[in-house]
């Protein structure tokens, strides 16, 4: 016996792949589903990305080795094992894989012992290739030694996966025949074959029987193996005993003409009672064969007869009928025939070795008659038997036939195959099974094809739902998205801040609209950012009006701060968007108030979550009536803020439209943040040390900007960080909408919007209550008018 080298955790794994290799999406599912189970879906993900393979692989589609090779490569890589570890770990999953899909009873019934069932696993492979025709699995042949160990060759054309064999051989042994297995390599080399290299690895295997009943439930999925300790050790005696009695009759029957293993020895033990050993089997041969070979060459239409030098001695009819040549007895069988499976050179010798195997060969062509030029090639497919006495081989095989069309295809009826050949009746059931597996393709398919359309659907929904939600509240939209009517809500408090472009109508009339709209473009995207900074609400956009509420529809108690902030961010921000008639920073009037307000959805078609009451067109007054680059407050605002870490200045008192007279204030600056908090940027180490634009000159604050302009696209790409307030505002849904309305106030029905604006409106004004009533002040107040010029931008818009 050669030495023995233990090498089945080596350090060292190339990957190697043959390109024209290819394997079922079972193989690929099976990899997923262990990294899936063990790991988790993010490692997967990772696996998956980092492999570039696909994430689903369907079960009767072929892949590339490639794909394979490479998800095991990135495996190792990722979980930091050994590329033999994560081998063998996948040959015992693969085995519980296959039972789990379906293969437990075909697996079970291979053999009554290891062996056998290694020694039948190149017939399974053969049967699975009449479904599975694109499949190129590997060979196993088993050597039997005198201590009772076993040298198992393993011939495949890919190479690296040996460590695979000893996963699932050990699991069929510990699951099927109660044993535990060691598996060594003893050599590995590469064969030259007819088709190129193949991998031979010859594994010597050693068995004992498995005492520890906690791995073996473990890894046993079936209810009867996991069975208590009681019953597991009776189990283990009955084994003993019928090993004792195995042996006794071993020794009676030595003298058999026919030599015979011990598992033959046990099948022939018959026990009656409590395991009482009676007698053995002995089989009886004739001392003549009492068929005449006119009779055997019918009843076996497709069999041959060669001996050592491959000269055919004796062919059944039907395959004399194909293949006329084999009438003319002596002929060489390797001139008419080529061994497809398993891969060796048409010896005797390589017959001899592979004798456990079933051998496919095909007809070659140029032997063939001229009638077969355009017809695909016959294959047989059968079992070698060597003939001792006579010092031949005896092929007895049946057509290799996968469908009734492979049959008409070769000018061949079911009639031309005997009786008792169960070929007849595999073809028919074979046939089926394709078309169900075709249908299960299919099926397949479209599961495939509707995961993919229900993962694009999520996005666009995602995207949908992001859109409808930087339309309306999340709550309110929800509640539409349900068909639910919205009702009006009073909030009992709130600011609401209005700003808008100063000579805004004579850059229109000397601009392009597409400059407009550039410019507006950049001013909304830089106070869009400023509502995610400060959580504050954006009502809408007319024009260069943008409109803006805090404590709505989410009340908190910081509104009047966080809209104040915001009011500070906008003025740093405007001084970054340029005028595109001078080329020098725009300017912006500012107007903020406090006080209640009626809140709803009104309209079916784009509809508009609005605001109404008298606070409202306080707002719109405190814009209209501001000054350009400054905050204007109003009297609730300025008692709101009082106290809260702002600089406010007062203005003094002004005649205001509808309202007469009012005391005004001007916020400055925040006496404690500092601008990048404002203005929502990650803190610089040189933030400390710089004064910020809120405390500075208009003059030199437009040379700081102009002098950080260069860097404000890279500014605005920084990440948005929320500045922190006191409280901390809830994400709205259905579930607590109701909370939300205890807590702003009770709704209100259509028919008391007027009420409010008449509370807080002693004196009645000529206007209504509506959202941006500016333009008729700006009208009033000798202002060009520019309402015609708003609602055609906003149009383009």
């Known amino acids: 016996m050669k030495k023995r080298v233990n090498i089945i955790y080596q350090t060292g794994w190339t990957r190697v792949s043959d390109p024209s290799l290819r394997m079922y999406g079972f193989i690929n599912t099976c990899l997923k589903s262990l990294i899936i189970e063990k790991f988790g879906e993010e490692t997967w993900e990772k696996l998956r990305i980092a492999a570039e393979a696909p994430d689903t692989f369907m079960t009767f589609k072929v892949y590339a080795d490639d794909n394979t090779m490479r998800l095991v490569e990135e495996a190792?890589?990722?979980?930091?094992?050994?590329?033999?570890?994560?081998?063998?770990?996948?040959?015992?999953?693969?085995?519980?894989?296959?039972?789990?899909?379906?293969?437990?009873?075909?697996?079970?019934?291979?053999?009554?012992?290891?062996?056998?069932?290694?020694?039948n696993l190149d017939a399974l492979h053969s049967y699975l290739s009449l479904s599975y025709q694109e499949m190129n699995a590997p060979s196993f042949r088993v050597e039997k030694n005198e201590d009772n160990s076993m040298l198992l060759h393993y011939y495949?054309?890919?190479?690296?996966?040996?460590?695979?064999?000893?996963g699932i051989l050990g699991a069929v042994a510990l699951d099927f025949f109660n044993s535990e297995i060691t598996m060594d390599?003893?050599?590995?080399?590469?064969?030259?074959?007819?088709?190129?290299?193949k991998e031979h690895v010859v594994f010597l295997v050693t068995q004992k029987p498995a005492y520890s009943h906690k791995r073996r439930s473990r890894l046993s999925a079936k209810p009867q193996y996991l069975s208590d300790t009681r019953k597991q050790s009776e189990k283990q005696l009955n084994k003993l005993d019928l090993e004792r009695a195995m042996a006794k009759m071993k020794s009676k029957v030595s003298g058999s003409p026919v030599r015979k293993n011990h598992w033959e020895t046990v099948r022939g033990i018959v026990k009656l009672g409590k395991g009482k050993l009676l007698r053995g089997f002995e089989p009886v041969y004739p001392e003549r064969l009492w068929v005449d070979v006119k009779t055997f060459c019918n009843s076996f239409p497709f069999h041959v007869v060669f001996n050592e030098e491959l000269r055919v001695k004796q062919a059944g009819i039907n395959i004399q009928k194909l293949v006329p040549g084999l009438q003319t007895m002596d002929i060489r069988l390797d001139e008419y025939f080529n061994i497809v499976h398993p891969e060796v050179t048409f010896k005797i010798s390589s017959v001899r070795k592979f004798i456990n195997s079933l051998f496919v060969l095909r007809t070659k062509r140029e032997m063939m008659p001229e009638s077969w030029k355009h017809r695909p090639m016959l294959e047989l497919r059968g079992q070698m038997v060597w003939m001792e006495y006579l010092q031949c081989m005896v092929y007895l095989c049946s057509p290799l036939l996968r469908s009734l069309h492979e049959l008409e295809e070769r000018h061949m009826h079911i009639s031309d195959i005997a009786s008792h050949d169960v070929t007849r009746d595999l073809i028919l059931l074979n046939q089926q099974r394709l078309a169900e597996m075709e249908l299960s393709n299919q099926l397949e398919r479209k599961k495939e094809e509707l995961r993919i359309l229900s993962k694009h659907l999520e996005e666009e929904k995602k995207k949908t739902e992001a859109l409808l939600y930087a339309m309306l509240p999340k709550h309110v939209a929800n509640q539409l998205k349900e068909g639910k009517k919205v009702e009006a809500g009073e909030f009992k408090e709130c600011t609401i801040l209005f700003s808008d472009v100063v000579t805004f109508t004579n850059i229109c009339a000397q601009c392009e609209p597409i400059q407009i709209v550039v410019m507006l473009n950049t001013m909304y995207l830089k106070f869009d950012r400023l509502t995610t900074v400060h959580d504050v609400y954006k009502v809408e956009t007319i024009g260069d009006a943008y409109m803006v509420v805090g404590g709505v529809p989410v009340p908190v108690s910081s509104h009047a701060e966080r809209v104040a902030n915001f009011s500070l961010g906008m003025i740093i921000a405007a001084k970054g968007v340029t005028n595109p008639v001078t080329g020098t920073p725009i300017q912006i009037r500012v107007g903020v108030t406090t006080g209640p307000v009626l809140a709803g959805v009104v309209g079916e078609k784009m509809p508009r979550y609005c605001l109404f009451g008298d606070t409202v067109n306080t707002a719109s007054r405190m814009e209209s009536h501001g000054v350009p680059n400054k905050i204007h407050l109003s009297p609730s605002a300025f008692r709101a803020l009082k106290d809260k870490n702002f600089e406010i200045h007062e203005r003094g008192e002004i005649e205001v439209k509808g309202k007469g007279k009012m005391c005004t204030y001007f916020l400055i600056r925040n006496l404690v943040a500092s601008e990048s908090e404002i203005m929502g940027r990650p803190l610089r180490e040189s933030d400390s040390g710089r004064e910020s634009l809120q405390s500075l000159p208009d003059s030199k604050a437009e040379y700081v900007n102009q002098k950080d302009r260069g860097c404000n696209i890279y500014q605005d790409r920084r990440p948005t960080v929320a500045m922190k307030y006191t409280d901390t505002s809830r994400i709205v849904t259905e579930n607590?909408?109701?909370?939300?309305?205890?807590?702003?106030?009770?709704t209100r029905g259509s028919e008391s919007y007027g009420s409010l604006h008449s509370v807080h409106s002693p004196q009645k004004s000529e206007d209504d209550p509506q959202q941006l009533p500016k333009h008729h002040d700006e009208q009033e107040m000798g202002k060009p008018s520019r309402k015609n010029t708003k609602s055609n931008l906003c149009i383009l818009l």
Not at 156 to 166: E, F, K
Not at 185 to 197: A, C, F, L, P, Y
Request: negative net charge.
């Open 185 to 197: 390599i003893v050599s590995q080399m590469e064969e030259e074959e007819r088709t190129g290299k």
């Open 736 to 746: 607590i909408y109701t909370e939300i309305k205890d807590t702003a106030g009770k």
């Open 156 to 166: 495949s054309d890919r190479r690296g996966l040996c460590h695979i064999v000893p």
């Open 76 to 119: 190792c890589k990722l979980l930091d094992v050994e590329p033999a570890m994560v081998l063998q770990q996948f040959g015992e999953y693969f085995f519980e894989f296959c039972k789990r899909s379906g293969y437990d009873h075909m697996l079970r019934t291979l053999g009554g012992n290891l062996m056998e069932f290694i020694e």
